[in-house]
């Protein structure tokens, strides 16, 4: 791997390089499903609320008026 200037730069091309590896023969659908559950798992463990375009389009939203 190419040497980088700075740490950070090095640690985030050197996990997207692991993540590639992990990941270059799967298919789209496969991809896509595999990063929806790491997403919606990191987000529980972080105690997030996961809002979806479902989710979004079943809310009514209002704007107050000023």
Request: no cysteine; aromatic share 8%; charged share 30%.
């Amino acid at each position: 791997m190419a040497k980088w200037k700075y740490k950070s730069l090095e640690w985030i091309h050197s996990v997207r390089e692991q993540d590639y590896n992990e990941t270059k023969d799967l298919a789209p659908d496969e991809l896509i499903n595999k990063t929806k559950e790491n997403a919606g798992d990191l987000a529980r463990s972080l105690g997030l609320k996961i809002v979806s375009a479902h989710t979004v389009s079943t809310n009514t939203f209002t704007a107050k008026s000023a």
